[in-house]
Structures are given as structure tokens and as C-alpha cells.
């Protein structure tokens, strides 16, 4: 089946630090792969869309010079929380799709962000 | 933009008893709706999915039924077994997907 990969695990660092995060798709070729914010016992939300070598689209309310979304390659999308503030602590997902015109997204572990 | 609402937020069973939880969308044009299965800490898991030419689909102890002209839709888990403890989420998508708030079920041994 197809695997999505994610790293750090888990991170810790101080308020004004970046951290980057990097979503890897294993054994297929992701055009489009979806970074999301889960905060504590809430839903996933859709932070940005990002297709293979063009910008991310951002939902509204996200910042994109706070948060960074750079898909360089067809297995590789990285998020840069810039600046980070204890108030960025939170669950991060990505997902990767395939193809254009398929439906199943396939989710990474996860990330967990605390900002001291 | 879609929305998507779920309903309950919280359910416990009886371990054998059924349970179901429905989801309404918003957009007419979401044509995939996958429920996933998370526990805590870990990603979400795809347990079904359905289209919107389809109207039911099975696997197993776990159907989805789909409503197009109401727009909602509904996962159904029979002979529910403790291990499906965990939090449920429904999602509707066109070309990205919209999740619902969750629903926490507790399967009582």
C-alpha cells in the first residue's frame, strides 16, 4: 500500500525558532500532498494544498510567510513554521495523493509541535 | 467554501450493539466522502470510502450509506468490538478534503 512518511516525530523548541518539517511519499509519486493542523481532542484542518513544483494554495486564515510549504519534487513537501510561538503547538499531518483525479489521500504519522 | 457537520461527538456502545455516526456536507458538488479512524496520536486511518455515484457500500462489519439529495451520509459498525474504540471522522471532498468535528466512540466490554 502506499506509505507517507514524516520527520520530525516529534520536535521541541523555543518561541522565535523555525522549524521544518518534511512529508515523504515512500513508494509512489505525490502531485498533490496537503499539510493539516490538528489541535487537542478537534478535526483536521486544511492549512495548504501543494502541487509539485508551483506555490501552495493557502486556506484562509494561514499565514504562508509564517508557514512555509515548499513541494520541490514528486516524493518530497516540507512546511517551515517560521517564527514559531507557543501558540503554533500543535498536531501537524500531511497527506499525499497520487494522480490527478484520484480521491484517496494516505496520511503521514504526524508531527508533533511544542513551542516553549 | 464546504462544511461539513458531524454527528454525535461522543458515542459508547455496548461491545456487540451497532453504532452510527452521520455526516452532512454542504457542497453538492463533493463527489468523495472517506471516514477515517484515528487514535490518539497516531494518523488517520481510511477504514471506507464512497462515491457519489454510489448509494451503500460494505466491508465487512462497516458500511456507508450516501444520501446525495439530502447530502449526508452515514458510517454504520455492527457486532462493534472494543478494539473500535478511537475518534471517527467523515470527510467530504471535490478537490481537497473537508473533515467533520469527529465523534469519540467508546466500546464498552
Known amino acids: 500500500g502506499a506509505v507517507v512518511s514524516q520527520h520530525p516525530s516529534r520536535v521541541i523548541c523555543k518561541s522565535g525558532t523555525s522549524v521544518k518539517i518534511e512529508c515523504r511519499s515512500l513508494?509512489?509519486?505525490?502531485?498533490?500532498m496537503f499539510w493539516y493542523r490538528q489541535f487537542p481532542k478537534q478535526s483536521l484542518m486544511l492549512m495548504a494544498t501543494?502541487?509539485?513544483?508551483?506555490?501552495?494554495?493557502?486556506e484562509q486564515g494561514v499565514e504562508k510567510d509564517k508557514f512555509l510549504i515548499n513541494h520541490a519534487s514528486l516524493t518530497l513537501s516540507t512546511l517551515t513554521v517560521t517564527s514559531a510561538h507557543p501558540e503554533d503547538s500543535s498536531f501537524y499531518i500531511c497527506?499525499?495523493?497520487?494522480?490527478?483525479?484520484?480521491?484517496?489521500?494516505?496520511f503521514g504519522p504526524g508531527t508533533r509541535l511544542t513551542v516553549l | 467554501g464546504e462544511n461539513v457537520e458531524q454527528h454525535p461527538s461522543t458515542l459508547s456502545v455496548q461491545e456487540g450493539d451497532s453504532a452510527v455516526i452521520k455526516c452532512t456536507y454542504s457542497?453538492?458538488?463533493?463527489?468523495?466522502f472517506p471516514w477515517y479512524k484515528q487514535e490518539l496520536g497516531k494518523r488517520p486511518q481510511l477504514i471506507i470510502d464512497?462515491?457519489?455515484?454510489?448509494g451503500e457500500k460494505k466491508d465487512q462489519r462497516i458500511a456507508v450509506t450516501l444520501n446525495k439529495t439530502a447530502k449526508h451520509f452515514s458510517l454504520h459498525i455492527t457486532e462493534t468490538q472494543p478494539e473500535d474504540s478511537a475518534v471517527y471522522f467523515c470527510a467530504a471532498s471535490i478537490t481537497d478534503m473537508r473533515f467533520g468535528a469527529g465523534t469519540r466512540l467508546t466500546v464498552k466490554p
Open positions: 464512497i462515491r457519489s455515484n454510489v
Open positions: 501543494s502541487n509539485e513544483g508551483s506555490k501552495a494554495t493557502y
Open positions: 457542497d453538492s458538488a463533493s463527489n468523495y
Open positions: 497527506s499525499a495523493r497520487a494522480a490527478q483525479g484520484t480521491d484517496t489521500q494516505y
Open positions: 513508494d509512489f509519486q505525490a502531485t498533490t
